[in-house]
Every structure is written in structure tokens, then in C-alpha cells.
């Protein structure tokens, strides 16, 4: 019988291995203390005080104790300063029409954004786009409409300038935003063509804005970079004028189409990235107060909501939905149609076509975009044509109708009333200095684009509530079409299963065993293969 282990067994082990451990740990204490002192780490020294042999000793800790009294003041003062500022919003957001609370700010703040958050996931997007749009309108004493340069007419909506129209003594300016992608000839045709109906200002917005509270100091032995703001002194000076013409603080609403630049335009004022900005349309989902001065408050807006009734290349730049609403080739097929054919070859340095789709395919091939097998992804070119359009890379350009026609919903009193009391020499005179400075593209090296006119928007939300029906109608008219298709389906089986009931003996087993009709049928060579000896050998029995 073998006696059991009463000893643990021993930890002892050979030199060489004690050593090897030993060493290992050196090297890691030493990595450690390298990196410590890389990062510069050392331990907090403690305060040791004034000694008791230094002189004046208790007038320094008089002074030490006054510096710590002020500190606290200084923060309480800071406080009572954000509270009055909080004060302040909460009673500017109730002349807008949002009941304030005696919350504590921060609580009030982060339960009115929840509370903002949900109310917003529930309401249908278009219809609340109407209502913040509304509100701004409302608001403002001053509303500025951003055009995008590169097609001003088709940026303005003659829907929203008759409902400002209507709302009393308001002020309607027209500013041309990314100045910096059409030809000079062609901006200062623009800017001739819609100051005889509007103050209009010449503007490029910044984009070098990238850290929020930063703010941008420009290079004084560079005046003028593709990346500084350029417009903003006349913009300021015609807000000034108003602000004067008022006789009090005035509020300055900033409209627009998706993509032509509201929020960049209210950064580069205020000189802060304080509204979001991106590549992609409808950042802004409601409207946003930002003052700039004590006299002058801008508000930030959604964008506008296009029509259905407008064309499809309308669509296909105007609406931030158009690519997921219209498929993305015929989106971009339509913005394609209205281009001039030669500048887009040679843009894009493609072959010549005479079709979208082989411009898609040549794009495709030019820019790498393939699909699995090597066939080229036309749905990718496509996207890739659409965003770029929309945009702020392109240059393209649109000639101004040759002759000047007041629109409709305008009149000769009211494009007196919108210039009355403004100094229109000295903007004349800021736009050919704005306009000097900016370094646009070569009229050869940009494309021609047909304009469609200006595109027709969506103000009341029962237009958009109208939209809802059909939809529902049109989808009830498709699942009556897939039941139609389905009990056509189960009729076929039937009498297929009729029919099978007439068969032999050896063909229904033969039908059972290959899965019972067309739905189950086998694949498998090995599996027929078996089942027809199977087959074999009952038919010999």
C-alpha cells in the first residue's frame, strides 16, 4: 500500500530560474520609472507653510487669507452671473412662446431637452420643420435667405418670401453664400440681377472653424485665403443699419434651402463653432438662439421643405430625402440631364457619352468603384455624382434670366419698403470688394447647369398632413395586389395536389420522396441518385 503525501510539495527551484525571474522584474521596474519620467509623473509635494522663523509671517497669512475670501467672492460672483443669464433665457424663451419653470437651471435645462427630445420623436419630421420654420419667421425683425451661388434663383422659394411678406414690418435680405465656387462674370451677373429686388450680399463662409469656443485670428501678412470668411464686414454693417433703422435690439432670422450654408454663416459671425455643421442636409432639426452682440440675437432655422410638383433634378438638390426617395440613379440622372455635356467629360475626365448610364459605368471604371466580379458599381457612381453636387467641392454656375421680371408675389412698394433707409453705395461698394477678394474658378473649368427657376416649398402643415392618406391608400393597394398574388399561389398548389392525387402508386412515392411538389424538390445529385435506385428496386419487387 502506497503511504499518501503528507508534505506540500517543495517551491524550490534551480539558480537559473530564480535568476531569470529576478531579472524580468529589474527590466520591468526600470521600463516603468523610463515611462514615469517621459511623462514628466512625479508625486504632489505637500505645502510645507510658512516657517516660524521667516519674518512678517502673519501678515502673509492675512494676505494668504484675503486672496482665498476674494477667490470664493469671485466664484459666487460667477454664479449669480449664470443665473442671471439663465434668468434671462428662460424669460426670452417665454416671449417665444415656451412656458418657463422654477426649476434649478441645470435640472430645467436637461429636463426641457428630454422633454424636447421625446416631443420631437413622436411628431411627424416635415410637419415639425413647419413649425420651427414659423416660429423663426414670427421672431425675427430681419430674415436673411441664403442662397447657394451656384444656382440663386433655384434656392429661393417664393413660398416662404410671400408668408415673410405677410407678417408685417419685416426685412427680407438675400445673401449669397459659397461665392468662392462660381466664376467672377457670372457672381457679379447674380448680384446685378437680384439687388434690383433685394439687398443682396456677397458672402463666403468659413472653414477652418473646428473646436467649439475657439476663436479664428486671421493672419495679417494674409489677407485674403480660400478659408477666411469674406462678406462679413458688409453683412455686420447692414445688420447695424437695421439694428439704427429699428431704434431698438433686433432679432435676425437665417433661411434656407438644405446645404447652402445657415448655420456656417452664423458661425463665422459669431466666430465660434456654436451651430452644428456637415456634409450631410437637414443637420438643423430646430431653431437655435445665439446672440451676437447686446443689441443683435440671430436665430438658426430648419431647412426648408420642398414640394413634390417640382422636377425631379429640383428634388434630387433641394430635398435632403430626394436620394432615399428617388433611386439614386435616377436622382442623379435627372441633375444630369440639365448639365452641359462637354464641361462634364471634361470635369470629371470621362469618355463622351450619350447616355447616363454610360457616363456611370466610365465613372465607375475612372474611380475604382466595382461590384464583386469586376462589374462596375453604377449605383455607387451615381452617389458619388449626387453628393458631390449638393455639396461644397463642385463648381457649376447658372446664367441669370436675361430679363429682369418682378415675381408675383412681389411688388414696386414692396421692393421700396425692403431697401428704404439702407445705405445701398457703400454694400454696392463692400459686394466689388468681397467680390475681389474671393478667387473663383475659371469660367472654362466650370459646368454649365440649367436652372429650373425657384423651387416651389411646403408652409402649412396641412399640405403635408394631405401627403399621409395617399400613402396609406397606396400601400393597402399593394397588400390587395400580393393577396391577389398569394391566393392565385395557393389555387395553383391546390390543383397541383388534385392532380397528384390521380397519379400511380410508384409515382407518388416517388413524388413523396422527392419532397411532395415543386417547393421541396432535391438538389443534391448523390440524394437522386439513391432515390431512383431505391425506386429501382421497388418497381423490381
Not at 411678406?165 to 468662392?180: A, E, P, T
Not at 451651430?275 to 430648419?302: E, F
Request: aromatic share 6%; charged share 30%.
Amino acid at each position: 500500500m502506497k503511504r499518501p503525501k503528507l508534505k506540500k510539495a517543495s517551491k524550490r527551484m534551480t539558480c537559473h530560474k530564480r535568476y531569470k525571474i529576478q531579472k524580468k522584474v529589474r527590466e520591468h521596474h526600470r521600463k516603468l520609472r523610463k515611462e514615469a519620467k517621459k511623462r514628466g509623473h512625479k508625486k504632489p509635494r505637500k505645502d510645507p507653510g510658512i516657517p516660524n522663523s521667516a519674518p512678517f509671517k502673519e501678515a502673509l497669512l492675512r494676505e494668504a487669507e484675503l486672496r482665498k475670501q476674494q477667490l470664493e467672492e469671485l466664484k459666487q460672483q460667477q454664479k449669480l452671473d449664470r443665473q442671471k443669464e439663465q434668468e434671462k433665457k428662460r424669460k426670452f424663451e417665454a416671449s417665444l412662446g415656451v412656458e418657463p419653470s422654477d426649476v434649478d437651471p441645470v435640472k430645467e435645462e436637461f429636463g426641457q431637452h428630454k422633454a424636447k427630445k421625446a416631443k420631437l420623436a413622436k411628431q411627424h419630421p416635415k410637419k415639425l420643420y413647419c413649425q420651427e420654420l414659423k416660429k423663426v419667421i414670427e421672431a425675427s425683425d430681419v430674415v436673411l435667405e441664403v442662397l447657394d451661388a451656384r444656382d440663386p434663383l433655384g434656392c429661393r422659394c417664393p413660398q416662404v418670401e410671400n408668408a415673410i411678406l405677410q407678417g408685417g414690418q419685416k426685412r427680407l435680405v438675400l445673401v449669397l453664400n459659397k461665392s468662392d465656387l462660381v466664376p467672377r462674370e457670372n457672381l457679379e451677373n447674380w448680384v446685378n440681377y437680384l439687388k434690383k429686388e433685394l439687398p443682396t450680399v456677397v458672402f463666403r463662409a468659413s472653414t477652418n472653424l473646428k473646436y467649439k469656443r475657439k476663436i479664428i485670428k486671421e493672419r495679417r501678412n494674409i489677407p485674403f485665403k480660400s478659408e477666411i470668411c469674406v462678406g462679413k464686414e458688409g453683412l455686420w454693417k447692414l445688420l447695424r443699419d437695421f439694428q439704427e433703422i429699428y431704434g431698438k435690439a433686433i432679432q435676425v432670422g437665417v433661411i434656407g434651402f438644405p446645404n447652402v450654408g445657415k448655420s456656417s454663416l452664423i458661425n463665422c459671425l459669431k466666430q465660434e463653432q456654436i451651430c452644428n455643421v456637415g456634409v450631410s442636409m437637414g443637420l438643423t432639426r430646430s431653431m437655435q438662439v445665439v446672440p451676437l452682440d447686446k443689441q443683435i440675437t440671430i436665430i438658426d432655422s430648419p431647412s426648408f421643405i420642398v414640394s413634390p410638383i417640382n422636377s425631379p433634378a429640383t428634388l434630387a438638390l433641394r430635398s435632403p430625402a430626394s436620394i432615399e426617395v428617388l433611386r439614386p440613379v435616377e436622382a442623379a440622372s435627372a441633375i444630369l440631364s440639365q448639365a452641359d455635356t462637354r464641361q462634364v467629360v471634361l470635369k470629371f475626365t470621362v469618355p463622351d457619352f450619350k447616355s447616363p448610364s454610360e457616363f456611370f459605368i466610365s465613372l465607375a471604371q475612372r474611380r475604382g468603384l466595382h461590384q464583386k466580379g469586376g462589374s462596375p458599381n453604377v449605383e455607387g457612381a451615381s452617389k458619388l455624382l449626387w453628393s458631390q453636387w449638393t455639396g461644397g467641392s463642385l463648381g457649376y454656375y447658372c446664367h441669370p434670366p436675361p430679363n429682369w421680371i418682378l415675381p408675383p408675389h412681389f411688388n414696386e412698394n414692396i421692393v421700396t419698403a425692403m431697401k428704404l433707409g439702407l445705405n445701398l453705395e457703400e454694400l454696392e461698394k463692400n459686394n466689388a470688394h468681397s467680390i475681389q477678394a474671393i478667387r473663383g474658378p475659371h469660367l472654362a473649368s466650370s459646368i454649365l447647369f440649367q436652372s429650373s427657376g425657384m423651387t416651389n416649398g411646403i408652409t402649412e402643415e396641412k399640405d403635408i398632413v394631405e401627403e399621409l392618406p395617399k400613402q396609406k391608400e397606396r400601400k393597402q393597394e399593394e397588400g390587395e395586389d400580393l393577396e391577389d398574388i398569394t391566393s392565385d399561389q395557393e389555387s395553383i398548389e391546390e390543383e397541383a395536389d388534385g392532380s397528384s392525387a390521380n397519379m400511380s402508386p410508384a409515382k407518388e412515392t416517388w413524388a413523396g420522396e422527392l419532397g411532395g411538389g415543386r417547393r421541396g424538390l432535391i438538389t443534391n445529385p448523390l440524394k437522386l441518385l439513391l432515390l431512383f435506385k431505391k425506386q429501382k428496386q421497388n418497381s423490381s419487387l
